[in-house]
Structure formats: structure tokens, C-alpha cells
């Protein structure tokens, strides 16, 4: 939420909660059933295509997601050297709303304008003029719509609210209120409405340009580098046409520099390019994996987990194994198990590893003697007597081992006393 909310800060559909995918259903029935009951002559192949185009571009979306975290977690090539924090993938979970806006306005559009709908799947002619007009109005424009939303009355309302992550994630870039989504799609509107009045229009420019913009709005938001130096030394005017993810980080990081949208041409002529841009992008790309001195192998808590379901045994520590093996390659000292990723039955409480392994120089912790420090801490001062229940196991044993120690009589009860 932006530090003063605006008007149209909110998605129409927020009351709608989960059921905001309803909004589209309308349609989406309307163009399966034209599909599928109409003359081929009288079928429309390019609005049937919308939602599996909806369904792609949240696809597309999920895998810049996955392999930027799992990028960043591993260190190497990270750009700013900071986690991300709860409050930011709670701000950041209704990516989607977007998507379903945009949906929203194709099929407003297939419906109302002459020339929107019957697309062919290809023109030339059309491909090159929307991305042509991508490169010289649209860039042109979103610079200074975004310094724009810069100035203190914008920012507060509505830009700071995407400024609130430092440490940006590839979704980060779609992290806006509902008002300046509509200030967006209008502007990327121009190539595409375009190609439609012009008659040039087809599934493959539509299709293809809010692909590219997907891609480099992701790639541009990933905390780590992937464009090596040698492509912008091999052909130095490159630096002008493609942004890199450390050139748009340092926007959120000083908030006044970098202000283009793909092309940093702008920030060059207009002199708002960050003087270490190119510094910070070489620091980046030398970075190297980190490697953790204590790696601790969780599991899934909800009721579906695998590790409900025992007769998964093998296929649980192999995965475990794994993962201790790969630590134990890369340095790592302690490697600590999670709750249901140790037992008797399952590991022997992660001995199963060490005697399969007895080279190994990482050390396994299972927890145990953390339970017993905490069971021997809640029993109070004074008692002289306690009564163990169930089967005894190794965390029972050193339980009742340092409550002899102490001078407490202990009596055990079990299912066969």
C-alpha cells in the first residue's frame, strides 16, 4: 500500500477475493462455445486463444518466480545482499490481479473494436511496427510518466507502494495499484491498437509483444545478474537498448536514477543514469556462490505433506540424502534435520546416513539434545518423582538418564505394563 493511498488504489474485483478468476468467466464461455459451435468460416481462433494466453503468461510469470529465489538463495551473481522479508510476498501475492485486468480489456477489445478479433496468426509487416513503436513512443513515454510518478504527489499515493521492495523479486515489476495499471496498459496499448486500425494486427504480435514485455520486466526485477559483461563489450551501443537486472536495482536502491523502461537510451540523454551502473553490474556477476555453515532441511506442515505417508520412507531419505551429501561437498558443518525428516524408524534419527557414509565430514544434528534440555526445564524445582509414558526411544533415555543424575526416581508406563 502506497504511504497515502490514492483513488483507484484498489482492484475493482478485491471484494471478490479468491473468486476474482469469475470476472473473466463470461467470456472465456462465450469464445469456447463460438469455438466450438460455429462455422469454421464464422470461428475466431485469436480471442479462443486469450485464456490459454492468460494461462501462459502466469506460467511464464511462476518460473521467473522460482528461479530467481532459488538464484538468490544460492548467492552467487546476487545483486543487493539482503533477504526478503514476510511482508513483502504477502504485498506481493496478488501478482495476478494484472493479468486478469489485461485479459479483462483483450476481450473488450475483440468484442468492440473492428479489427481486434480474426486475427491471422502472423504478419511481417505488423510485427515490425509494433515493436517499433515499442522502441521510440512507448520508451520515450514511460520515462516520463515514471519520473513523473516520482514527483511527491504521485509517489506518496500510488509509486511508492511498488517501491516498498528494495530487494526486488521478477514480480516485483507488476506490483502497482489499479490506477497506474491503467496508466500502463494505455501506453502499451499504442502498438497494439496500431497494428488493429492499421489492419496489421495478428495473434503472433499480440501474443509475442506482452511476452517480451513479461520477459524483460521479469529479468529486469531479478536480485541477481544474468547478462554477461563480454555482450555489452562486445557491442558497446547495446548498453543504450537493453537494461540489465543491476542497472534497474539501482532504482530501488537510490529511487532517482534509471528511470527507463527497457532501453536505458533516455536515462542517458536525459543524464539520469547512476554513475556505478556499470560498475555494479560487473561486482554482481563476480560474485560467488555462498556457501552456509549450517544448513537446516526442513518439511511441508500441511495435512497433503508426503511425510504423512509412511510407506514413503525410501523415497524421503533418499531425498535427504541427497541433500547431505551435496552439503558435505560444498563445506557445509552442521547439517540439522528437521522434525519429520528424522525417527527411529525412518533414519535412526539420521545415524542411518553416517553408517552409510562414514567418511563424512558434516555433522548431523537431529534436535535431540535441544528436546531434552527443554523437557528437563519445564519439570519444577523440587520434584522427586516422574512418570514416563509410551515407548522409550533415545530422546526418552536421555531424559530419564539425567533425571537419575539428579536424584529423581523415575517409573516408565507403557502400552505393555
Known sequence: MASRPGILTDWPWKPLGSFKYLVLAPFAFHSTYCMFVKDKSERDISTFLIVPFLLWRMLHNQIWITLSRYRTAKGNARIVDKGIEFD???????WDDQIIFNGFLYYLAAYTLNGASHLPMWRTDGVIMVFLLHAGPVEFLYYWLHRALHHHFLYSRYHSHHHSSVVTEPITSVIHPFAEHIAYFMLFAIPKLTAVFTKTASVGAMLGYVTYIDFMNNMGHCNFELLPHSLFSFFPPLKFLLYTPSFHSLHHTQFR???????????????????????????ALSRREEIPEVVHITHLTKPESIYHLRWQNVAINKMIEEAILEADKKGTKVVSLGLMNQGEELNIYGGLYVSRHPKLKVKIVDGSSLVVALVLNTIPKGTTQVLLRGKLNKVAYAIAFKLCQQGIKVSQLSNFS
Open 257 to 283: 536514477t534509471n528511470y527507463s523502461l527497457f532501453m536505458p537510451l533516455y536515462d542517458y540523454i536525459y543524464n539520469t543514469t547512476d554513475k556505478s551502473s556499470d560498475d555494479l553490474h560487473i561486482k
Open 88 to 94: 513483502q510476498v504477502d504485498r506481493e501475492r496478488d
